[in-house]
């Protein structure tokens, strides 16, 4: 796990924890729990298959399975075989789009 550590708080992160002081202590954590909490919220969400489109969008089987063969889902599915992948933040975007329709 590759971390940026700040430059102020290099020489802290170096000392032995009884030898800090809470202060420097409690910023070292802060800074610590920061980047792990932002490099897990950069992880893409991957669903499988057709009961994945249906527990993202919540619906049924036969209107997830129109979902997928519209071609709606193309730029965020990704392919092997018979199992497919849906890209769960790509997928929400693409639907939000308005494409088409009356006008």
Do not use: W
């Not at 796990?1 to 954590?29: F, G, W, Y």
């Not at 729990?33 to 993202?56: F, L």
């Amino acid at each position: 796990m590759q971390m940026a550590i700040n430059q102020t708080l290099a020489p802290t992160l170096n000392k032995r924890v009884i030898d800090a002081t809470v202060v420097e202590l409690a910023e070292a954590v802060a800074q610590i729990i920061g980047g792990a909490q932002h490099e897990s919220q950069k992880e893409k969400k991957y669903v499988r298959g057709i009961p994945g489109i249906m527990d993202t969008f919540h619906c049924s089987r036969s209107k997830a399975s129109q979902m997928r063969g519209s071609g709606i889902l193309d730029a965020a599915i990704i392919e092997d075989g018979r199992i497919f992948l849906l890209d769960v933040d790509k997928a929400l975007e693409l639907v939000g789009r308005k494409q088409g329709g009356r006008k």
